[in-house]
């Protein structure tokens, strides 16, 4: 329980230093597609982007690069899934909460000192 909220620190010690209040992890300016715009339409689906993408990156910088390959696998595999949602609010909140466990589990499996 206690690596899960030092995650959930960091993640949002991050956005808050990386990115603009209320920006999704990709410009919104820019978003083609129903996801996309969905994503940035609604406050609670964005700032689960936001957390998403700070949690990659952060797990993406603690891995080997074998490891962070399946990373990046997975990453795409939630991609797809996402897209594949449209615009559809529930299934997407329910794509972005499975994907945060998933990165939840990989940060709790790291070898950690101590």
């Known amino acids: 329980m206690r690596a899960a909220f030092l995650v959930r620190l960091l993640a949002v ?14 410009d919104c300016r820019k978003a083609e597609t129903p996801d996309e715009r969905t994503i940035c339409s609604h406050p609670g689906l964005n700032d689960s982007d936001v957390e998403m993408a700070t949690t990659y990156k952060l797990l993406a910088g603690l891995m080997a690069m074998g490891a962070r390959g ?5 990453q795409q595999d939630f991609l797809t899934r996402r897209r594949a ?5 529930a299934c997407l ?22």
């Open 70 to 74: 399946a990373l990046q696998d997975s």
């Open 93 to 114: 909140q329910q794509v972005y909460k499975a994907r945060l466990e998933e990165l939840q589990a990989i940060y709790d499996r790291i070898p950690k000192p101590l």
């Open 85 to 89: 949602c449209g615009d559809k609010l």
């Open 13 to 26: 010690s991050f956005t808050l230093l990386a990115a603009p209040a209320g920006a999704a992890s990709f």
